[in-house]
C-alpha cells in the first residue's frame, strides 16, 4: 500500500470495525506498520504494533458501545505525512474531537500516529 490516504482510510475504518476482530485485524495488516506506534493523551509512553493497537481500539469500544470515529476535515498531505481531523461520537453524541498527525514507513504503511484531542467531556 504506498497511497497515505488509503493506508489512513485502513486504518480509520480498523477504529470503525466494532464487530469483526478479524476484519479489524485486516484492516490493521493493510494499513499498521508492524511496528507502528500511537501517542495520545491517554498513551503519552505509546502504543507499539499491531496487537497494541487492536486492544487500544476495542477497549475504547468496551468504553464507548456505539462508538464511531469520523473525519471532519479532508487529510492534508505533506510529504509523506498528513494531518486529519475527527469527531468520536457515541450513539449520534459527541464523545470527542481530534486531530491526527500521521507519519508513513518506506511501504506506505502507517508508522507513527500522534492524536490530538481538540475537545474531551469535562
Known amino acids: 500500500m504506498k497511497d497515505p490516504i488509503a493506508a489512513y482510510d485502513a486504518y480509520s475504518a480498523a477504529w470503525n470495525e466494532k464487530d469483526d ?16 506506534k500511537f501517542f495520545g493523551e491517554d498513551t503519552p509512553e505509546g502504543l507499539v504494533g499491531r496487537e497494541a493497537l487492536n486492544e487500544y481500539i476495542v477497549s475504547s469500544h468496551e468504553e464507548m458501545p456505539g462508538l464511531v470515529i469520523s473525519e471532519t476535515s479532508k487529510p492534508q498531505v505533506i510529504g509523506n505525512r498528513i494531518r486529519v481531523s ?28 500522534t492524536m490530538f484531542y481538540d475537545s474531551k467531556p469535562e
Do not use: K
Open 21 to 36: 476482530p478479524e476484519v479489524r485485524m485486516n484492516l490493521l495488516d493493510q494499513a499498521w506498520a508492524q511496528d507502528g
Open 86 to 113: 475527527w469527531v468520536a461520537q457515541e450513539d449520534g453524541t459527541t464523545m470527542y474531537t481530534g486531530t491526527d498527525f500521521v507519519e508513513f514507513a518506506e511501504d506506505g504503511r502507517v508508522s507513527r500516529v
